[in-house]
């Protein structure tokens, strides 16, 4: 099964140190660099729009018996570097909202990609999904592509209802440019899924020639959003 969504809108975030004071100020720093957070791409995955995986069909007419629907989302985040700042640190977490009077959960990463990344990869627009539910590596990097610097990704969270990616600055790459990021949730069936997806930065700000100032960006941009059959 191949998916291949729209691209979402997108919106930018300036950002600020809400901690950091500047020598001489009583005003926090401002930051130059910027961050743009992506809506969530989505779309319900049915057993009746699969023709080529038999496997995954049964998979999700079972999971339907059961009360349980799937759904795929694709994110994004975008990271530009101004005035010598360096993001040295980025974490883009999705948190579904729980149902604490039914003590149960609303919804779960089922799956996440990418897992890891520590080498330069050709980033896909496009997700394929096997008869496990899960993506298949080696599919995902079809179709559509664009070649990615080296870089350092881990993701988190799978099987929870706050799943996360961190983004690591190596010493050879920063982060910057354009990411994208795939999501296969679980949830239960005929109720509307609520979610929030939040992006934060760790900037690491080169004041003078021979001292480095790491500075946490408080201001973290937030979307929320729903998924609905």
Known sequence: MILDLPDAKSHRYELRDTRGIVLGSTKPHELKSWVKLNDVVYTQL??????????????????????LVYYYLK??????????????????????NDDIKKNHLVAVAHSMEPLECYETYEESSQAKIGSSFGFISAEIQAGKKRQKKDMSIRAFGEGSSMAYWEMYRTPQFSIE??????MIVRGQLDVVIDGVLELSTFIEKRRFAIFNEKIANNKKPNLPFQLSP
Not at 75 to 96: H, I, M, P, W, Y
């Open 46 to 67: 049915n057993s009746d729009d699969i023709k080529d995986d038999n496997k995954l069909q049964l998979f999700l007419k079972n999971a339907k018996k059961d009360g």
């Open 75 to 96: 994110l994004g985040s975008s990271f530009v570097q101004e005035n010598g700042e360096v993001f040295d640190k980025a974490t883009l977490l999705v948190r579904f």
């Open 177 to 182: 440019g354009s990411y994208r990021f795939h």
